[in-house]
């Protein structure tokens, strides 16, 4: 069983916001680094953001200023707040360990960018 879940992506339109959640389940969510991914049609999937156990965050250069990971261990949740949205940010977006663990992924939310 997959211990991450995300959710919280859907349709939005060009200069949008979202919010996405990754909820994780079992222990030590809280000691690790945690990332978000996304896989776009016909592309491979790249990290957009990493986040260590203690904050210390990376972006993607295509994301930078406008995406903005953030944990709360004592929820076991980790967010993707994602602002300014353009098209080329459609994509299902995966949660994992960052660096990524291979029997970590899980289902991803779809987030499509479109007016």
């Known amino acids: 069983q997959v211990p991450l879940v995300e959710s919280g992506g859907g349709l939005v339109q060009p200069g949008g916001s979202l919010r996405l959640s990754c909820a994780a389940s079992?222990?030590?969510?809280?000691?690790?680094?945690m990332g978000w991914y996304r896989q776009a049609p016909a592309k491979q999937r790249e990290l957009v953001a990493g986040?260590?156990?203690?904050?210390?965050?990376n972006y993607a250069d295509s994301v930078k200023g406008r995406f903005t990971i953030s944990r709360d261990n004592a929820k076991d949740t980790m967010y993707l707040q994602m602002n300014s949205l353009k098209p080329e940010d459609t994509a299902v977006y995966y949660c994992?360990?960052?660096?990524?663990?291979?029997?970590?992924w899980g289902q991803g939310t779809q987030v499509t960018v479109s007016s």
């Open positions: 079992g222990s030590g969510f809280s000691i690790n680094a």
């Open positions: 994992n360990r960052w660096p990524f663990r291979y029997d970590y």
């Open positions: 986040i260590t156990s203690g904050g210390i965050t």
